[in-house]
């Protein structure tokens, strides 16, 4: 047959929420914790901005998923893509190169 069920079974442990950072690191500056995210979830605004080298970024948001992690992560995408942008991509290498010329005296002569 089957076991008995136990009366004073504990409830088990609950789990602690880690908060997430809201401080960053500047991508210009590299100062530590420098950058602070605010949301303003009733206009559906963040804004971000660094204390000691004044860069800003303003992004849409979703009022009830976004998190201030996830304005700093498309900070980093936004300034990649504009530096994608200005970069102008170079010419291939052996485009540019002249053909050398192939010595006299060597293979394939026509003269016999």
Not at 62 to 80: C, G, Q, V
Request: aromatic share 4%; net charge neutral; hydrophobic share 30%.
């Amino acid at each position: 047959m089957g076991k008995r069920k136990k009366s004073s079974r504990k409830p088990a442990p609950a789990r602690q929420k880690v908060p997430l950072d809201t401080a960053f690191t500047c991508l210009f500056c590299h100062h530590d914790k420098s950058v602070t995210v605010r949301l303003d979830r009733k206009e559906g605004v963040a804004h971000l901005a660094c204390r000691v080298c004044d860069q800003r970024y303003q992004s849409k948001v979703n009022p009830d998923l976004t998190e201030p992690i996830d304005i700093y992560s498309e900070w980093i995408d936004a300034a990649d893509a504009a530096q994608n942008a200005q970069a102008p991509r170079r010419p291939a290498a052996s485009t540019s190169r002249p053909v050398p010329a192939p010595a006299s005296g060597e293979e394939d002569s026509d003269e016999e």
